[in-house]
């Protein structure tokens, strides 16, 4: 082959197929990709941009585990190239940015049919060839990470919100699967199932982290604010506190003499992780028993895996904590709790989360079973207290209804579950309810929930036991 050939196939090869975008829009529209589905993408950009460090460590610690995956970023005597791995890490940063942009027209899918093509002896480099399995189980693994990152943050916005985001995601997947793996044609290659190989996740982390900022430049650093959460004396050690900031929920425990600082949702479900049980530096979400260390916020199974957490400073007597600018003020404290399990301090209904997220005014003047209409927005629910009993109210389209909070199975707490329509389901083992005549609609509960009356003056609904 000469030179010119050979330049003109790598030209090619960098372009992509000519008919890329066409097959592209046929593929979209085959999994009913649709517009809505694009711009809700876009929307999940600074998700995507703020998980991408954990994501891209996640990607390559895997790829480094498989022998016939890890074998591309070796050098000649068997050592992992740094320089290569963190190169790979830059462009895959680059790749996911650029889908997360949502310009879904003739040069993205020209970009992904290049890409495709990279892994293959069809690509700019012949001797490289990366087999179907592997770029299958990529998308996979990518299609789940992306899913629990758009999960911790937008599960606190509603269904409403966090459904279309994940849907729109699954199908872009199916799309750029089909993309990639177009590339190989006939070309197979057989498995020879060698054993795994240990990684230092730390230093897989750390190398990710630095790629993702270098690709993505300083805009990527968050800007944080300085907030005073308590008063040290507030938090005796062996103690810690649930405080609301901006939009946050953060447990700050004083622990051992040290201060740390988590969000109060599970990287699992989004449960009140905060409120667990603290044996140890093991903390425990009482939800489904994720165990995270207290000092590292790092999750006890996968240590790649992390509670967002903050610095925290004792200064002058005061607590402050270092968050998210967008995240700051109003600082208000939630609940006090120590070590062991303080299960009413998620559920306290005066000063709870409200779950719905939305707009919090003034509670002072409310009883305890009233709640203000504007604070629960169609498709949001909120927790109240009805002589002594805690119950959820649900708007339905604009129509209030009230059950008992705890789920018949176990307790669940509904509040924190999904409001679908008029179906509830429950966080802890997803049996649903009909909210409307508390019915069950789906297993394990079998007994059906109590209803309460809602009645409506003025700006304000009250919820009372049935006649
Ligand atoms: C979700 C699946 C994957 C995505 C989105 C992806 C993305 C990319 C991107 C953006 C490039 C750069 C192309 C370029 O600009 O030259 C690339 C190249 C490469 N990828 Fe992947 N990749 C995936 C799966 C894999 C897997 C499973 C491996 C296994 C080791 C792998 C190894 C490589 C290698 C070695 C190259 C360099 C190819 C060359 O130099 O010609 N990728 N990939």
């Not at 993205?108 to 399995?133: C, K, L, N, Q, W």
């Not at 089909?178 to 054993?195: S, T």
């Not at 993702?212 to 005796?236: F, L, N, R, W, Y």
């Amino acid at each position: 082959m000469t030179t010119l050939d050979t330049a003109h196939q790598e030209a090619a090869a960098r372009q992509g197929a000519e008919d890329a975008g066409r097959y592209f829009q046929y593929m979209a529209e085959y999994v009913g990709f649709t517009a809505a589905d694009a711009d809700a993408i876009r929307q999940t950009r600074p998700i995507i941009e703020k998980h991408l460090p954990e994501i891209v460590s996640k990607f390559y610690a895997h790829l480094l585990r498989y022998p016939p995956t890890r074998k591309f970023f070796l050098d000649a005597d068997g050592t992992l190239n740094q320089d290569y791995l963190e190169l790979r890490m830059r462009h895959l940063t680059n790749f996911w940015l650029r889908t997360a942009e949502a310009v879904f027209d003739d040069d993205y899918a020209r970009y992904v049919d290049y890409v495709g093509r990279a892994h293959t002896a069809r690509g700019a480099d012949p001797t490289i060839y990366i087999a179907e399995r592997y770029v299958i189980g990529q998308v996979g693994m990518m299609q789940h990470a992306i899913s629990e990152a758009i999960n911790r943050e937008l599960s606190s916005e509603g269904a409403h919100v966090e459904f279309p985001a994940a849907e729109a995601w699954d199908k872009l997947m199916m799309v750029v699967l089909e993309l990639l793996a177009r590339a190989y044609g006939q070309e197979r290659e057989p498995e020879r199932f060698d054993p795994l190989i240990p990684v230092d996740h730390a230093w897989v982390s750390s190398l990710a982290r630095g790629a993702v900022a270098k690709e993505h430049g300083d805009g990527a650093s968050v800007p944080t604010k300085d907030v005073v959460v308590a008063a040290a004396t507030d938090i005796p050690d062996g103690q810690r506190k649930i405080v609301q900031v901006g939009s946050l929920s953060i447990g700050v425990f004083h622990h051992d003499g040290q201060w740390y600082a988590v969000r109060n949702s599970c990287i699992h479900r989004g449960g009140p992780v905060a409120t667990g049980t603290l044996v140890g530096d093991t903390l425990t979400c009482p939800w489904h028993g994720f165990q995270f260390n207290i000092r590292t916020a790092q999750n006890l199974a996968d240590p790649l895996a992390e509670l967002d957490h903050y610095p925290v400073t004792v200064i002058d007597g005061q607590v402050h904590l270092h968050v998210p600018d967008g995240s700051a003020a109003p600082v208000a404290p939630v609940a006090v709790a120590g070590g062991a399990a303080p299960a009413a301090a998620a559920h306290t209904p005066a000063t709870g989360p409200s779950n719905g997220g939305g707009n919090e005014h003034d509670s002072a003047a409310l009883a305890a079973n009233e709640f203000r209409m504007i604070d629960v927005q169609p498709g949001r629910m909120k927790l109240l207290s009805v002589d002594g009993e805690d119950v959820t109210v649900y708007n339905v389209d604009g129509v209030f209804y009230a059950t008992a909070d705890a789920c018949t199975h176990a307790d669940g707490p509904l509040h924190e579950g999904v409001l679908a329509g008029h179906i509830v389901t429950c966080p802890w083992h997803d049996s649903c309810f009909d909210v409307t005549n508390g019915a069950v609609t789906c297993p394990p509960a079998t007994v059906a929930l109590r209803t309460y009356r809602v009645s409506v003056e003025g700006e304000i609904g009250r919820v009372q036991a049935q006649a």
